[in-house]
């Protein structure tokens, strides 16, 4: 059972600009039935996907600090300068939203970087991935748990009456399953991870209603809802009809699926007819029409808003909300499809 309303409008996580504060009044303007903690890559490094889960995983396992380099980050067994400043800015979003959150009850969406897309991204101090690394990442997904764990605890603790909601981000799942990561050489690619072990590793991660976003074209979501998704997170703008039978399977098993309707970067006036169309399309493909099928869904932008104009952030996330209304049937859809 979801437990969010039926076709609700939330944000995928990234935004523009460098304030919490100013981001999350945003979100809680836009998005009131279903706030998500803002992330604001523009800071810099920690403020990453990846710099950001770094900064948690360092307050479970000192092992897991890591540093920067000219290719992204690094394990350097200790809680430097650049995992201090991660932890700050995590701080100052946690801070805002408690802020804006004030009296509310109802969902909250939290990120965090998937194992997969860590081993993916974070090497080991010999220059090569984690993912090179059986054990490595045995080691990674049992902080990561923890670091969930404790976060979502911390969330919970700031806004008492919510309910707290894991999104779980890895868009380097598909690359890893098909063996495309290259080596430190650049001559070579890991070996690719089998579908069952990818399976195993995320379930440890997919907890109390924690799902899956994963942006790729066609995105893994069959191993994702075996894996124990609550839901999966696609964009549907680049999807196509390549993944209609495994959604259909998905929604069978009662898994959210969290729409991405809206493209991340834009200008110009959304018609919401326009905007519904592709979660309507999906509905009507799989046959599931009746209106008790939307309660599983929730509409998000095809991917994060952090290289999105300010204009265009609040066009997409008042055009996810009205998306939710014409799928609903609240108001008219006879909206003028510009």
């Known amino acids: 059972m979801t437990v969010w309303l039926p076709a609700i409008a939330t944000g995928v996580g990234s935004m523009p600009g460098s304030s919490a504060q100013e981001a999350m009044r945003i979100v809680a303007g836009e998005l009131p039935d279903f706030l998500h903690v803002v992330e604001l890559p523009e800071r810099g490094p920690g403020a990453d996907m990846v710099g950001r889960t770094a900064a948690l995983l360092a307050t479970v396992d000192v ?6 380099t000219p290719d992204g980050w690094r394990i350097s067994r200790s809680v430097g300068r650049q995992v201090r400043r991660a ?11 408690e802020d804006c959150a004030r009296d509310y009850n109802g969902p909250i969406k939290a990120a965090i970087c998937g194992p997969w897309t860590l081993a993916a991204q974070i090497e080991l101090p ?5 993912l090179r690394d059986p054990s490595a990442v045995r080691d990674l997904v049992q902080a990561l748990a923890e670091a969930a764990r404790l976060h979502v605890a911390d969330i919970r603790r700031r806004v008492p009456g919510s ?3 894991l999104q779980v981000d890895e868009p380097a799942l598909p690359t890893v399953l098909a063996g495309r990561i290259g080596t430190s050489s650049g001559l070579s690619t890991y070996k690719a991870v089998d579908e069952q072990h990818a399976e195993k590793v995320l379930r440890e991660i997919l907890f109390d209603g924690a799902g899956v976003h994963c942006c790729a074209e ?4 069959d191993l994702l809802r075996r894996a124990g998704a609550a ?3 696609v964009d549907l703008l680049s999807l196509g009809q390549a993944c209609d039978d495994d959604l259909g399977r998905a929604f069978d098993d009662g898994v959210g699926v969290f729409a991405g309707c809206v493209a991340s970067t834009g200008e110009g006036p959304v018609g919401d007819t326009r905007a519904s169309a592709p979660v ?3 509905l009507h493909r799989l046959g599931l029409t009746d209106a008790r099928w939307l309660a599983q869904v929730a509409v998000t932008p095809a991917c994060g808003l952090a290289a999105a104009s300010p204009t265009w952030t609040r066009t997409a996330l008042a055009a996810c909300r009205a998306v939710g209304r014409v799928v609903r049937h609240d108001e008219s859809d006879e909206e003028d499809q510009r």
Not at 63 to 68: A, D, L, M, N, Q
Request: charged letters at 25%.
């Open 63 to 68: 092992g897991f600090g890591v540093e920067t």
């Open 87 to 97: 932890q700050s800015w995590l701080s100052e979003d946690l801070d805002a939203l």
């Open 126 to 130: 010999t220059g090569e991935r984690l």
């Open 163 to 165: 309910t707290v909601v």
């Open 218 to 221: 066609q995105p893994p979501v």
């Open 231 to 233: 839901f999966v997170s």
């Open 280 to 282: 309507r399309d999906l």
